[in-house]
Structure formats: C-alpha cells, structure tokens
C-alpha cells in the first residue's frame, strides 16, 4: 500500500509503507523484506551529531548544515551559522535528483548537495529534523544526519534567548 509522509496537510513524499501514523515523529513502518514483514523506526538507522560537531562542521563548507524550520521561526529566534533554511514542507522538492542545479545556487548560494555530500538537519528541537532526514534517505542521500538537540540546544549554549 502507498502511503504519503504528510506534513501541514501537504504531500512531501509518497512512500511504500503498509503503515504511517501521522502524529507520531518516530513513525513505524512496515516494509516487506524476501516477503516477511519488517518493522523499524526512523531513528534506528539515525545518525545523531552533537553540539561540539556542529562547532567543527562550521569550519567544513563541503558539508550542508539545513535548517528545516519555517522562515518566520528563524527571523524570531536566529539561525546557527553556514546554515541555509529548506523548510520540512519542501525539503522533497529542493533536494529531488530532479530539481535544477541552478535554482538551487541562485536560490541558497551554493551548490546542491550531491547524493554523498555529508548533510546535517536541524530544526527546533530534532523532530522535524528527523522527518527530514527520512524524506532525504528515500532520495537517495546516503550521508545524512541529525543534530538533536537542534537549536534548543545550539542557543542554550550559546546564550542566545
């Protein structure tokens, strides 16, 4: 059965899953593997960073820090530096292998991020960022992980309010 990740009642994403609750940001899933059912959770294959990462990727413009909030959210609270701002709601879109090369340059300022690059999600405290994360593992992106601690974390140790 095809199922539909679903985000501010809007298609991100069709998926080939027998299930996906929606209100739940560690959504189980059934996949069939050799034909017997298989269930996992989008956090198992999860790659977390901390804070002291996010310090170093700082100095590495090769990797992609993606802030997945809402535009409005960044303008209230800031942004962690090197950052550039896809929200959840068209994350699919922008990082689709189909989405021009070039509007994504005019757009971000920067290359997009092939399907190797190491990319790093955040948002306000991770949820959304997970979301993210298993939006761009089912394009294809193989280096993609997750700072959990988001920017609840990032501007409580950086003393921003």
């Keep these: 059965m ?3 990740v679903i985000y501010k009642k809007r ?4 998926l080939a899953f027998r299930t ?20 996992f959770s989008s956090s198992e294959n999860m790659r977390i960073v901390e804070y002291k990462d996010i310090k170093k ?11 997945v909030r809402e535009p409005n ?16 709601d068209i994350v ?17 300022d920067r290359d997009k991020p092939n399907h190797d690059t190491e990319i790093v999600l955040y948002c306000q405290r991770g ?16 280096n993609v992980k997750v700072y959990l601690g988001s920017w609840a974390d990032w501007s409580k140790r950086k003393r921003i309010q």
């Design 20 to 39: 996906f609750p929606r209100d739940s940001t560690m959504a189980e899933k059934s996949l069939r593997r050799n034909g017997a059912p298989i269930s």
């Design 73 to 88: 959210e960044l303008r209230e609270t800031g942004q962690i530096p090197t950052s550039i701002n896809v929200p959840l």
């Design 2 to 4: 095809r199922k539909q």
């Design 92 to 108: 699919a879109q922008v990082l689709h292998p189909d989405f021009d090369k070039t509007k994504f340059r005019s757009k971000y």
């Design 127 to 142: 949820n959304r960022a997970q979301n993210a994360a298993e939006i761009l593992q089912k394009l294809g992106y193989r």
């Design 57 to 67: 990727l700082l100095k590495h413009p090769e990797k992609v820090l993606i802030d």
């Design 11 to 14: 298609t991100i994403i069709e």
